[in-house]
């Protein structure tokens, strides 16, 4: 069942809007992306917020274009 509050095992992160070239990047492990990914991560254990044995699941989303009409 899903709920609307936020789990207490649940981390999200934010990073804001991305271009092709840096989503592509993550998606092979690398680039600025995976690099703020692993930084917030590591800064969350350090803090003892996440367990040292974390495994990160993330998930790409881009909004969907709208019609392209005048007003869509």
């Known amino acids: 069942m899903v709920t609307s509050q936020q789990q207490a095992n649940t981390i999200i992160l934010d990073f804001g809007s991305a271009d092709s070239d840096d989503i592509k990047d993550l998606r092979y492990g690398e680039g600025k992306i995976f690099k703020k ?34 007003l869509g």
């Open 37 to 70: 990914i692993a930084k917030s991560i590591a800064q969350l254990q350090e803090a003892g917020e996440i367990g040292e044995n974390v495994q990160p699941v993330i998930a790409i989303i881009r909004k969907k274009k709208s019609g392209g009409g005048l």
